[in-house]
């Protein structure tokens, strides 16, 4: 099993920045994707970010290329999400996620993930 913890969120005035953090501990697949996710209330969980942890390849959605930024620290089994020029509609709670390493090769719906954390809650003020 693998066990995935976040930390960081918050509220910030639009504009401004967050950086959260997740950390994996427990039997961590050879070569595996973390990811992180977003639920907006009444919304449904929606893909933001994704790093290939061997290679760091990173991925994102449209509507936060060129503001976020993820990367991990291998050391310390942390995926890191850099969160700038935040606006009112990056308001929800932030899922960090983790694959088995044996789904596609980018990975980026609630279905190809296998591990969760509980949420972090991110509020841009207007």
């Known amino acids: 099993q693998v066990q995935l913890v976040e930390s960081g969120g918050g509220s910030v005035q639009a504009g401004g920045s967050l950086r959260l953090s997740c950390t994996a501990s427990?039997?961590?697949?050879?070569?595996?994707?973390m990811g992180w996710f977003r639920q907006a209330p009444g919304k449904e969980r929606e893909f933001v970010a994704a790093?290939?942890?061997?290679?760091?390849?990173?991925f994102y959605i449209d509507s936060v290329k060129g503001r976020f930024t993820i990367s991990r620290d291998n050391a310390e089994n942390t995926v890191f999400l850099d969160m700038t020029r935040l606006k009112p509609e990056d308001t929800a709670v932030y899922y960090c996620?983790?694959?088995?390493?044996?789904?596609?090769?980018?990975?980026?719906?609630?279905?190809?993930?296998?591990?969760w954390g509980h949420g972090t809650q991110v509020t841009v003020l207007s």
């Open positions: 427990g039997r961590l697949p050879n070569s595996y994707t």
């Open positions: 996620a983790a694959d088995d390493g044996r789904g596609s090769a980018y990975p980026s719906t609630k279905a190809e993930y296998d591990y």
């Open positions: 790093i290939k942890w061997r290679s760091g390849e990173d």
